[in-house]
């Protein structure tokens, strides 16, 4: 694959080599040779086993859980690459840690995503390549390209075939917080249903109160829409008071990052939520393979996306 006088390679780091595999495999090339592993002291040794001189390099790398090791390992990544004279480097981050830390939200409070924004090109990235950051206001913190892909597309069709042509009537796609509104609303649009939203007031951190749900869900197969699930009080709590407030009568759930921090997985068990459908954009806990949790695949489209920027081929045509 040798489109405009130089190749191009697929490196991983640690956090999710399962979905560089898959990327590597739509695109009919071989996973690059690499190594990252740790010295006696903790820090990250890595090593390229392949010439990337002119090369277009793309490595994945999903900053999840330990976020900072694994933070670390793509900026020392970039750094060797950049020093092999990699002709350019994308990063590519299925999960982009940190955003959630994207304004001052009271005195004295860092803005880590911005940080994060920085190192990422100071390391020497050319460009980054992710999907659905919490805010998208996030793309403005790079001084570089940010090619921001949108979950929407994966998970509609799912639900398009779960549901028979009766239940689609019924269907209510639900946004878990105001915060989450316009990204519910592009799932609602996609699927021809009505929007409602529940509206609560969180005291503190992973903590979730909610207050009442604008719009009727009585009776009605409802969606659940969010971009991530962390500790999935918000999650389960909104999926409570849509049945005991609202009389929904079923209720489902996605999202694009499935973190699932203690005790997300319990609560989910728990909680009225028949399905809930996740992308591998984090790998899955091995105690969150459970009959509720369905999990679909980034790589095709990250593919897609890769095959693109490197063609030079605009990215648009898959934000929609």
């Not at 390679?9 to 690499?34: E, Q």
């Not at 649009?189 to 939203?197: G, N, S």
């Not at 009776?219 to 829409?225: A, E, N, P, Q, S």
Request: glycine share 6%; proline share 6%.
């Amino acid at each position: 694959m040798n489109l405009h006088g130089k190749d191009i390679k697929i490196f991983s780091a640690n956090s999710n080599r399962s979905v560089a595999k898959g990327i590597a495999t739509a695109l009919g090339l071989p996973l690059g040779k690499s190594e990252v592993t740790s010295f006696a002291d903790g820090e990250i040794s890595v090593s390229i086993g392949e010439s990337v001189r002119g090369s277009d390099v793309f490595v994945v790398q999903s900053t999840c859980k330990p976020v900072n090791r694994h933070i670390m390992e793509l900026l020392i990544m970039i750094d060797a690459f950049k020093r092999a004279s990699a002709g350019r480097i994308t990063a590519v981050i299925p999960y982009f840690g940190y955003a959630r830390q994207d304004r001052k939200a009271k005195a004295r409070d860092p803005i880590s995503a911005k940080l994060v924004a920085d190192l990422i090109t100071t390391a020497g990235a050319d460009r980054v390549l992710t999907m659905d950051l919490h805010a998208p206001q996030i793309q403005g913190f790079f001084n570089i390209p940010v090619d921001h892909l949108l979950s929407t597309p994966l998970l509609v069709p799912y639900f398009w075939k779960l549901f028979t042509p009766e239940d689609k009537s019924l269907v209510t796609v639900v946004s878990p917080d105001l915060g989450s509104v316009t990204r519910t609303r592009k799932f609602a649009e996609k699927f021809d249903a009505p929007l409602a939203i529940v509206d609560k007031r969180r005291p503190k951190a992973n903590v979730s109160e909610v207050m009442n749900i604008i719009g009727d869900v009585r009776g009605r197969k409802v969606i659940l829409v969010d971009d991530v699930i962390d500790t999935a009080g918000t999650l389960c709590h909104a999926a409570d008071a849509l049945v005991e407030i609202g009389g929904a009568s079923e209720v489902y759930a996605c999202a694009a990052h499935g973190i699932l921090s203690d005790p997300a997985v319990e609560l989910i068990e728990k909680s009225p939520i028949k399905k809930l459908v996740l992308l591998d954009t984090i790998p899955l806990r091995k105690e969150a393979h459970i009959p509720k949790i369905a999990m679909l695949t980034v790589a095709p489209v990250f593919a897609e996306a890769i095959a693109r920027i490197y063609e030079d081929k605009p990215v648009s045509p898959l934000f929609v």
